[in-house]
Nanobody, 114 residues
Framework: QVQLVESGGGSVQPGGSLTLSCAAS????????MGWFRQAPGKQREWVAS???????NYADSVKGRFTISRDNAKNTVRMQMNNLKVEDTAVYYC????????WGQGTQVTVSS
């Protein structure tokens, strides 16, 4: 079973940038489409972005043009560069397949505030 560990979160001001990383254990990582999700306080977890096995990205409208997802199959990692962060991006961010069918990691907190 693939295990996921997210990192790279932090506190930034609006307009700032962060890069999130997701490290996946196991040898089957390159067989999965992967994605990022987030969960804000009091809200349901929502899908943010995904990337196919072949590297084709897809984004939620709320982050399109600001976030960039990428993957390195040789290193079993998925990253998400987040630019022009907004207060409403504040959430715990998780990686998983687009269908959420792997065990969820602990997530990484992103806080955007002035």
């Amino acid at each position: 079973q693939v295990q996921l560990v997210e990192s790279g979160g932090g506190s930034v001001q609006p307009g700032g940038s962060l890069t999130l990383s997701c490290a996946a254990s196991g040898s089957r990582f390159n067989l999965y489409d992967m994605g990022w999700f987030r969960q804000a306080p009091g809200k349901q977890r929502e899908w943010v972005a995904s990337i196919s096995i072949g590297g084709i990205p897809n984004y939620a409208d709320s982050v399109k043009g600001r976030f960039t997802i990428s993957r390195d199959n040789a290193k079993n990692t998925v990253r998400m560069q987040m630019n022009n962060l907004k207060v409403e991006d504040t959430a715990v961010y998780y990686c998983n397949t687009p269908w959420g069918d792997l065990s969820w990691g602990q997530g990484t907190q992103v806080t955007v505030s002035s």
